[in-house]
């Protein structure tokens, strides 16, 4: 009869890497002194574990690089204020030329949240996390720009009036129907719920029907296929199903509704596959109930989010 294997317990994982990020923060505060950077180095060379920790947070944000070289005196506080105060400007400047540049928005989210909107015509659109649209209407058309993110739009049907929306280098146009809309990297993604919507990219057009979808991206049209809208569509009802996905998809989907910063780290992390509901208002404890399942260990360090 074989042993049977003990619970997982990821305690001292997670401890190893709280403490490599705090002496990350602090090495990197410019204001360390001689002995902190010794009780440092004692802290690295005490166990493989802390060296490890320090190698996978470097390599997570990519900002580390000087921690792990000797440490130089500190600098006076007065340069790294200077330097705040430069970066402020900058950063309030950018702003500033951002919103210069682009017109307000007639609707915009926050992530996390959605938000419905009523159309002159009658028609609605509601917005999905983090998502921003622009309304163009007049007496012989109607348009949204969708800048960023996603947005479901039921049309009221004009014969005389085709609406349109625009999502980078696509366009969907329907009379009377009901759909969604995605801006991703590179390009959309189009579902239709019900009636018929006509997509043109670049070159290509596609005429989608009810159950169906496509990605549209730079090199074209994808093929089109066969979808399950209530579930593609669940976010409309504040949930996200998932169906033996990759946890690497799950969580890049899960991403767009939280602040946090989440990442899928290690070999086995990116090949398992889950089913899930999710409810996006407790995602977060939801992440957190993922920690031992399927020997995932989920970790947090501040904002950033470790599944692995």
Request: glycine share 6%; charged share 20%.
């Amino acid at each position: 009869m074989s042993a049977k294997a003990p619970a997982s317990d990821n305690t001292g994982q997670d401890t190893v890497m709280s403490q490599a990020a705090t002496w990350l923060v602090r090495m990197t505060s410019g204001e360390t002194s001689a002995a902190q950077r010794r009780e440092f180095a004692r802290w690295r060379a005490a166990a493989p574990e802390h060296e490890e920790a320090l190698g996978e947070l470097k390599a997570l944000w990519g900002e580390f690089g000087p921690v792990l070289q000797e440490q130089a005196p500190a600098r006076p506080r007065r340069i790294w204020a200077t330097w705040a105060i430069a970066a402020s400007v900058l950063i309030g400047l950018s702003l500033s030329l951002v919103s210069w540049w682009h017109p307000p928005y007639d609707a915009v989210t926050s992530i996390g949240q959605q938000y419905a909107l009523q159309l002159a015509d009658g028609s609605s659109v509601t917005l999905n996390s983090n998502s921003a649209i622009r309304t163009r209407f007049s007496a012989d058309s109607r348009e949204i720009e969708l800048d960023r993110g996603e947005v479901y739009v039921q049309v009221t049907p004009d014969t005389s009036r085709l609406f349109r929306v625009l999502s980078g280098e696509s366009t969907i146009e329907v009379l009377g129907t009901r759909f969604s809309v995605q801006r991703i990297e590179g390009g959309s993604h189009i579902v239709v719920d019900s009636g018929n919507v006509r997509v043109r990219h670049q070159d290509d057009t596609v005429t989608l029907h009810a159950g169906q979808s496509v990605f549209a991206h730079r090199n074209g049209l994808d093929a089109v296929i066969e979808t399950d809208t209530a579930r593609a569509l669940a976010w409309r009802q504040g949930r996200l199903i998932f169906k033996d996905t990759p946890v690497p998809e799950l969580i890049a989907e899960l991403d767009r509704y939280t602040s946090d910063r989440l990442v899928v780290w290690g070999d086995h992390a990116q090949s398992v596959r889950l089913s899930a509901v999710v409810h996006i208002e407790d995602s977060a404890q939801w992440l957190d109930s993922l920690d031992g399942t399927r020997d995932l260990h989920v970790s947090r360090i501040g904002p950033l989010v470790i599944i692995r």
